[in-house]
T-cell receptor, first 113, second 116 residues
Framework: SAVISQKPSRDICQRGTSLTIQCQVD?????MFWYRQQPGQSLTLIAT?????????ESGFVIDKFPISRPNLTFSTLTVSNMSPEDSSIYLC??????????FGQGTRLTVV | QQQVKQSPQSLIVQKGGISIINCAYE??????FPWYQQFPGKGPALLIA?????SEKKEGRFTISFNKSAKQFSLHIMDSQPGDSATYFC???????????????FGAGTQVVVTP
């Protein structure tokens, strides 16, 4: 398994602002992902964070709205840009190594007012 | 379009009873099927997972049944306890393609309540 730390755990932000969420893993991992979980809903994959290169976004998500960085094998950030109330969700970091299961962080609960 | 369909949406079971959650998928490229348990305010935690080369996997009180021909799989929670009250998500992935390793398609989730 892996110990995943996400910061912040929660935040309340004004619309139009941006928030950067950090994901730190206690060991090197092959894959890092970012998911969104809207209130009472399932998890939807936003993007794959690629180490040293641009993230790979899923349909419906774009880099301008959700810029992602992954400078090394243990750390990634997700920025939610120009926020609106519709961005209020739980944002989750997920990691896995080759041939292992995917593990999730505790999530960042974002409320946009 | 949800690639993994999960039912029921919610479930109430008495302590000691059996909870059964069902999932179905369409994409035959899926070859890894995990179940996650999520408590309020927490991230999903891996519960149990199965590959399509076996029809059943059991870990303690949790069992996955897998029917490859029907493209269905289910989670059985035996002797359900109040501490099992949580939301359960099924998921699916294709682990043999570099582009898809670790990328999970989730079901809608099932809220399980175990009454004392």
């Amino acid at each position: 398994s892996a110990v995943i730390s996400q910061k912040p755990s929660r935040d309340i932000c004004q619309r139009g602002t941006s928030l950067t969420i950090q994901c730190q893993v206690d060991s090197q991992v092959t894959m890092m992902f970012w998911y969104r979980q809207q209130p009472g809903q399932s998890l939807t994959l936003i993007a794959t964070a690629n180490q040293g290169s641009e993230a790979t976004y899923e349909s419906g998500f774009v880099i301008d709205k959700f810029p992602i960085s992954r400078p090394n094998l243990t750390f990634s950030t997700l920025t939610v840009s120009n926020m609106s109330p519709e961005d209020s969700s739980i944002y989750l970091c997920s990691v896995c190594k080759v041939n292992t299961e995917a593990f999730f962080g505790q999530g960042t609960r974002l409320t946009v007012v | 379009q949800q690639q993994v369909k999960q039912s029921p949406q919610s479930l109430i079971v008495q302590k000691g009873g059996i909870s059964i959650i069902n999932c179905a998928y369409e994409n035959t490229a899926f070859d890894y099927f995990p179940w996650y348990q999520q408590f309020p305010g927490k991230g999903p935690a891996l519960l149990i997972a199965i590959r399509p080369d076996v029809s059943e996997k059991k870990e303690g009180r949790f069992t996955i049944s897998f029917n490859k021909s029907a493209k269905q799989f289910s989670l059985h929670i035996m002797d359900s306890q109040p501490g099992d009250s949580a939301t359960y998500f099924c998921a699916a992935s294709n682990v043999w393609t570099t582009d898809s390793w670790g990328k999970l398609q989730f079901g809608a989730g099932t809220q399980v309540v175990v009454t004392p």
